[in-house]
């Protein structure tokens, strides 16, 4: 995985961390679910990612 991959995957979860406490602070149900699914986008890529890294050696 490169370093901008990975770098944009976490930064994608942390998105998604932010937008679902903020969600939850708020009670607005729709932020709090994008912040979910944001951050399931972002383990999905770097599960992707490792999975290129294997077939890769």
Known sequence: ?????KAANIGEKAKGKVKEATGKAVGNERL???????QVKGDAKQAG??????FKH
């Open 1 to 5: 995985m490169s370093t901008d991959d």
């Open 49 to 54: 990612e490792k999975i290129k890294d294997i």
């Open 32 to 38: 709090e679910a994008e912040g979910k699914g944001d």
